[in-house]
């Protein structure tokens, strides 16, 4: 009869704390398959710049606005944001509508239209809006911002550049380097000056960092040189000033 009661026994002892833990074990076996489901149906990246903790480490991506010969009010995605110019840090990464609209007087504000631009912005970069709102809708100056760049080599990192000129030119560091547009180019790393220019276009330049594992995205816009439409007056000739004085004292006389 003891052999029984030991067994018995041994089931006592190890099925009570089955039964007390077997809630928590459930919770966690629940939660890990739900999880699992989740990393599988949404990348690992994503999911971690919306949790509490990890979510303060992706807010570290800044951009900076501003607008040449006036003042602008700023809208991004759909919030105000004061007037230019400003600098906004601990921005999430992620995709943004910057709306700029150039604050001028009742008389002038038929003639500048709202300008609509797009950015991606990646954690950890700084982006930059450096504008011109000329009237009738132009613009010039540039938009720059950082993206994952594809694989490099060492101390290389790429760029993209674009311009509403279709016959624009880039330099760098004062040398030509090609005609635009360019798409991902491999640069070694490093601050250069470059310039875009065109034909009938007012030039732009725009100071430039290439970082390691990144592709720099520029936007350039050229402003059309005004022509001057009105005809050069032209000098009176010597004959014509003598036949002036002639006639002046033939009615003298």
């Given at each position: 009869m003891n052999p029984p009661r030991v067994e018995r026994a041994s089931q006592l002892i190890y099925n009570e704390p089955m039964k007390k833990y077997l809630p928590l074990l459930i919770i966690v076996i629940v939660v890990t398959l739900f999880l699992s489901v989740v990393l599988f149906t949404r990348s690992?990246?994503?999911l971690l710049k919306n949790l509490p903790y990890f979510k303060e480490s992706y807010k570290n991506t800044s951009l900076s606005i501003t607008s040449r010969n006036g003042v602008a009010d700023i809208m991004i995605n759909d919030k105000e944001y004061g007037e230019t110019p400003l600098a906004i840090e601990e921005l999430t990464e992620g995709r943004y509508e910057v709306i700029l609209e150039k604050k001028s007087s009742e008389d002038d504000s038929s003639f500048y239209e709202p300008i609509a631009l797009f950015l991606d912005l990646y954690r950890n970069t700084e982006a930059i809006i450096d504008?011109?709102?000329a009237p009738g809708?132009?613009?010039?100056?540039?938009v720059l911002y950082y993206t994952p760049?594809?694989?490099?080599e060492a101390q290389t990192g790429f760029i993209t550049v674009e311009s509403n000129s279709s016959k624009?030119?880039?330099?760098?560091?004062?040398d030509y380097y090609s005609d635009l547009p360019i798409s991902v180019d491999e640069l070694e790393?490093?601050?250069?000056?470059?310039?875009?220019?065109s034909t009938g276009y007012e030039s732009v330049e725009v100071p430039i960092i290439?970082?390691?594992?990144?592709n720099l995205n520029v936007s350039t816009f050229l402003l059309?040189?005004?022509?001057?439409?009105?005809?050069?007056?032209?000098?009176e000739s010597e004959n014509s000033d003598s036949d002036a004085e002639a006639q002046d004292e033939g009615g003298a006389e």
């Open positions: 690992q990246e994503s504008l011109e709102i809708g132009y613009k010039a100056g540039y760049a594809p694989q490099a624009s030119r880039m330099l760098l560091d004062g790393e490093g601050e250069y000056k470059m310039k875009i220019e290439i970082r390691q594992g990144y059309p040189i005004p022509t001057n439409l009105e005809k050069p007056a032209q000098p």
